[in-house]
């Protein structure tokens, strides 16, 4: 006879959770939660702040449910299609490539890593951008530092795998990135080549980065500051045109 595994109970009942809210359309309240899964209230309240710190759920403003969090897409994004994504954003790259004169990058978190769905390149419009799927870490990139500043649990993720990975320097610049907005890059991923990006969310969740890189000579600090705001305006411009 076949032993039956030993199940973990908490896992079993934060599995069962986050099908339950997928169940009711992404989006459940607490006592709904716990009534389908038949767990108290309180069981069901703690393990649902749990999964919103990293990230699995989240509550949005003036919301009393629970939503799916960006995680469990991002963790789907793995092995997923993100050609919906790079075509409703290309309209916004191309824009920001044409008004800088600079590369333009579209990246998305994917588990502990960041990857690149597409690229304008204004300085050679003929590069071959589909399905570049191009893969870096976190930390070290204006991309990185985005997702490491606003996608919850992902510093803890990222810690998991690689101990040491966010000194204190890392962690200096993440929080700088809460407060303006933006992250930057004076040449600490490739000599010579500085950069900025910019978070790009849906329903208040970050799902990707907009990225524009030049020449440091180009682009210097205060420039690139220029280039965050001319940047967030286009990406407020193709969110107001998708509501």
Not at 102 to 109: H, K
């Amino acid at each position: 006879m076949e032993n039956t595994p030993k199940l973990i109970q908490s896992i079993e009942r934060s599995a069962a959770i986050l099908e339950i809210i997928a169940q009711e359309g992404g989006a459940a309240r607490l006592q709904r939660i716990a009534s389908i899964a038949g767990i108290g209230k309180t069981t069901v309240h703690n393990i649902l702040q749990t999964l919103d710190q990293l990230g699995y759920v989240q509550r949005r403003a003036g919301d009393v449910r629970y939503h799916l969090g960006g995680r469990i897409l991002n963790l789907a994004r793995i092995a997923g299609d993100d050609n919906t994504l790079r075509a409703r954003l290309r309209p916004m790259l191309d824009a920001i490539a044409c008004e800088s004169g600079a590369t333009a990058w579209l990246a998305v978190p994917s588990g502990d890593e960041a990857t690149y769905l597409d690229i304008v390149d204004v300085a050679n419009p003929a590069m071959v951008t589909s399905g570049i799927r191009r893969r870096e870490r976190l930390e070290g990139s204006a991309v990185g530092l985005v997702f490491l500043a606003f996608v919850p649990g992902l510093g803890k993720r990222v810690l998991a795998t690689r101990a040491n990975a966010l000194d204190e320097d890392i962690r200096t610049q993440i929080e700088a990135v809460r407060t303006r907005g933006y992250a930057l890059d004076l040449e600490a991923y490739q000599s010579g080549l500085n950069g900025v990006a910019i978070p790009w969310r849906e329903n208040g969740e970050v799902r990707a980065s907009i990225c524009l890189t030049g020449s440091a000579a180009q682009f210097p600090r205060p420039r690139l500051m220029r280039m965050a705001w001319m940047m967030m305006r286009h990406a407020e411009c193709i969110a107001v045109q998708q509501c």
